[in-house]
C-alpha cells in the first residue's frame, strides 16, 4: 500500500487542497497521512480526506521515513519555515527522508527559486497531483 504524507502548517489550506485533489484522482487504495505543525492544519487534512492525522515535531519526526511520499509547500524543508512553525528538526527530518518529495514552490519564504515560473496555487496543486499520478503510474509498470 502507497503511503503519502502532506505536510502543512498555519491553517492547513494548501494541506486540504492537496488532500481534496489527491484523494479524488489517485486510486482508493493510496493512504494519505496528516502532517501538521499545530492541531489546526492536522484537522483540516483529516476533514479533507486524509486517513490519519499526526501532529507536532515529533509526529513529523517519526513518520517522515515511514511514507513513501512526502508533498506540501517546499518551506517543509526549511528550518523556521512558516512562520516560525517548521522546526529545524522537522525539516531535517523531512529533508534525510528517504521518501520521494513531490513540493509546491510557493514564495512566501523570502527565498527565490529560480527557472520557475510563478503559477497560481491552484495550477501548481493541478501540477502537482499529474506528477505524483506520472510516478504511481511508472512505478506499476516497472
Not at 95 to 120: C, Y
Amino acid at each position: 500500500m502507497m503511503k503519502i504524507a502532506v505536510v502543512d502548517g498555519q491553517g492547513g489550506g494548501i494541506g486540504k487542497h492537496i488532500v481534496e485533489k489527491l484523494r479524488r484522482e489517485l486510486p482508493e487504495n493510496v493512504e494519505f497521512l496528516a502532517l501538521g505543525t499545530n492541531a489546526l492544519a492536522t484537522s483540516i487534512m483529516l476533514r479533507a480526506g486524509a486517513n490519519e492525522g499526526a501532529t507536532g515535531e515529533g509526529a513529523v519526526a517519526y513518520n517522515a521515513a515511514r511514507v513513501d511520499i512526502i508533498t506540501g509547500p517546499v518551506s517543509i524543508l526549511f528550518p523556521h519555515g512558516m512562520l516560525g512553525e517548521l522546526t529545524p528538526r522537522m525539516a531535517e527530518a523531512l529533508a534525510s527522508s528517504p521518501a520521494r518529495k513531490f513540493l509546491i514552490p510557493l514564495n512566501r519564504s523570502g527565498i527565490e527559486m529560480v527557472g520557475l515560473k510563478s503559477e497560481p496555487l491552484p495550477h501548481l496543486i493541478d501540477e502537482l497531483v499529474r506528477r505524483i499520478k506520472d510516478y504511481l503510474e511508472n512505478l506499476e509498470d516497472a
